[in-house]
């Protein structure tokens, strides 16, 4: 009899429920894998923090299903455990897009995905602390940044990644860009800014946005990208194509860079998104990276 202890953790309801027909299979996988399994199915937002805060004590490692935000409420509950009672963490994505599943290099395929995590090894990974919040992958303020949080669920299962397009258009149309002071050891200004992204991601909400091959997940840094607002509106397809595009060099409106720590500052409070989920309303945000902070099973 093993002694390997597991907490799996799923929302029924991410991407079209696809977990429901994968299930037994998955479940099956960890069986063999000589894994005594808990099993809890999240009902509400939330839920998956506060079980884990109150089972992963108890288990060597804890694997969720769902999308980005299931994962994001796992790793908030492992990251409130001293550290040397955090259990590894692994995931099986089913969400919408996936941003983080992609940069651990997990299979779309569920069954693929349960027999990684069964089977592969667990890395120390880089978390993000955000005040007294943890991320994974995104924080962020500005347009296209609360696209992920504010899709309706309906769209988001429909249509997929579409989805995020059609309401980042939407936004294109009310743009109000928030005055912001950044402060970090690399970069400092005060100004206008369209978007604000600090990122440890291939990709954000679909769309590739860190220039090259992606981030490093252990190097204890996060890539920045600040878009600036334009004076001149005639100016606004500039600044679409110098976001849009694999550069990773400074251009007239983007501003990319990598930092261990960085402070924003707003006179109005702002929106802020955490890994595709609604972050706060906040006017001072503090960012720091924790290296190496919890064993997650990826690639390397």
């Known amino acids: 009899m093993s002694n390997k202890k597991m907490l799996f953790i799923f929302n029924p309801y991410s991407g079209k429920g696809q977990i429901k027909n994968n299930l037994v299979s998955i479940l099956d996988t960890f069986i063999k894998a000589k894994y005594q399994i808990n099993v809890h199915v999240t009902q509400e937002k939330g839920e998956a923090t506060r079980i ?35 259990p590894s963490i692994g995931y099986i994505p089913t969400g919408t897009t996936n941003d983080y599943g992609k940069s651990l290099k997990i299979p779309k395929d569920m069954k693929k995905a349960a027999l990684m995590m069964a089977k592969c090894p667990s890395y120390l990974t880089d978390i993000g602390q955000f005040n007294d919040q943890y991320f994974t992958y995104v924080a962020g303020f500005g347009i296209f940044t609360a ?92 600044v679409l194509m110098e976001f849009l595009q694999d550069n990773p060099e400074n251009n007239s409106y983007v501003i990319r860079f990598k930092t261990s720590h960085i402070k924003f500052e707003v006179d109005k409070k702002i929106d802020w998104v955490l890994d595709g989920e609604f972050g706060g309303h906040l006017a001072e945000v503090d960012i720091q990276v924790k290296q190496k902070a919890l064993a997650i099973t990826r690639k390397n």
């Open 52 to 86: 884990v805060r109150e089972r992963a004590q108890d288990v060597d490692y804890v694997v969720c299903s769902g999308g980005d935000g299931t994962l994001h409420e796992v790793v908030n509950g492992v990251m409130s455990l001293p550290s040397e009672e955090r």
């Open 147 to 238: 696209v992920s949080y504010t899709t309706p669920q309906d769209a988001k299962n429909m249509l997929g990644h579409p989805a995020y397009i059609i309401e980042g258009m939407k936004s294109l149309a009310d743009i109000e860009p928030c005055h912001v002071k950044v402060i970090s050891d690399e970069y400092s200004e005060e100004g206008d800014y369209l978007i604000g992204l600090v990122t440890n991601s291939i990709s954000v909400s679909g769309s590739k946005l860190v220039p090259g091959k992606g981030a490093i997940l252990d190097d204890g840094i996060f890539e920045v990208m600040l878009v600036k607002n334009p004076e001149n509106p005639l100016a606004m397809p500039q």
